[in-house]
Nanobody
Framework: QVQLVESGGGLVQPGGSLRLSCAASGFTFSRYVMSWYRQAPGQERELVATISRLSGSTNYTDSVKGRFTISRDNAKNMVCLQMNFLKPEDTAVYFC???????????WGQGTQVTVSS
């Protein structure tokens, strides 16, 4: 069964940290570019961070640069998002995504809630 399962979300105070994990199964993980997206209430889903298949390249949306770090372990079929210095505007449901282009395919996780509030 093809699936992505996120974990690690929760409630944290501003300035705190969380580490999100995404476990992949049912497909060849190393052949997919992995990303984290987020969606806040009433807003469109936003790309947060992306990591290439062999971890040689990462990209971040401007609002999280210097605070978030994406990483992957192809041996464990896992991708993580370390989030530091969290802000209330980081509050959202965070989704793990796997994508390839040949043939085209996208896989989504079910999401994990992150709430930053005092």
């Amino acid at each position: 069964q093809v699936q992505l399962v996120e974990s690690g979300g929760g409630l944290v105070q501003p300035g705190g940290s969380l580490r999100l994990s995404c476990a992949a199964s049912g497909f060849t993980f190393s052949r997919y570019v992995m990303s984290w997206y987020r969606q806040a209430p009433g807003q469109e889903r936003e790309l947060v961070a992306t990591i290439s298949r062999l971890s040689g390249s990462t990209n971040y949306t401007d609002s999280v640069k210097g605070r978030f770090t994406i990483s992957r372990d192809n041996a464990k079929n896992m991708v993580c998002l370390q989030m530091n210095f969290l802000k209330p505007e980081d509050t959202a449901v965070y989704f793990c995504n796997a994508q390839r282009w040949f043939p085209p395919e996208r896989i989504w996780g079910q999401g994990t809630q992150v709430t930053v509030s005092s």
